[in-house]
């Protein structure tokens, strides 16, 4: 819904069906049951945590790299990407309440469990920022 509000006439391709030039209008990476934390909905199966998202996401400004062929036009494009970030629940609805398969609940308080997702991700946000303000490194 926000990619048609903003005016495109497709979706964005999921990290998976990436190639080419359709990265070049961006990428999704979301991934159902998936958390700030690594083991957040492992009970349920595949699914892609916050941190292999943004390996996936560095993965992506590697191959703009290389399809640009420029890194300052590369640096221009990602910074004017629009990038949207809805995680957290599955961290308590398929984690902390969830004491037969984790024992989250037994080792946090709800506040500190709080505390430590705050935490985590904000560590995690500036890794994205990092990786995208500092491609030359890459």
């Known amino acids: 819904m926000l990619a048609e509000f903003l005016g495109f006439n497709q979706s964005m391709p999921p990290f998976a069906e990436s190639s080419g030039e359709n990265i070049l209008n961006g990428v999704n990476?979301?991934?159902?049951?998936?958390?700030?934390?690594?083991?957040?909905?492992?009970?349920?199966?595949?699914?892609?945590?916050?941190?292999?998202?943004?390996?996936?996401?560095?993965?992506?400004?590697l191959r703009l790299l290389k399809l640009m062929r420029n890194i300052t036009e590369t640096k221009l494009l990602l910074n004017r990407g629009i990038y949207s970030i809805q995680i957290g629940s599955n961290d308590y609805?398929?984690?902390?309440?969830?004491?037969?398969?984790?024992?989250?609940?037994?080792r946090f308080t709800q506040m500190q469990y709080a505390t430590l997702l705050v935490h985590q991700l904000s560590n995690?946000?500036?890794?994205i920022d990092t990786s995208s303000v500092s491609i030359k490194m890459l």
């Not at 609805?93 to 037994?106: G, V």
């Not at 995690?124 to 890794?127: A, I, P």
């Open 29 to 61: 990476y979301a991934s159902g049951a998936a958390g700030i934390r690594d083991e957040t909905g492992k009970q349920l199966g595949g699914r892609i945590p916050l941190n292999q998202q943004i390996q996936n996401h560095k993965i992506i400004i």
């Open 93 to 106: 609805i398929n984690n902390y309440f969830k004491p037969e398969f984790y024992d989250t609940s037994r």
């Open 124 to 127: 995690q946000l500036k890794v």
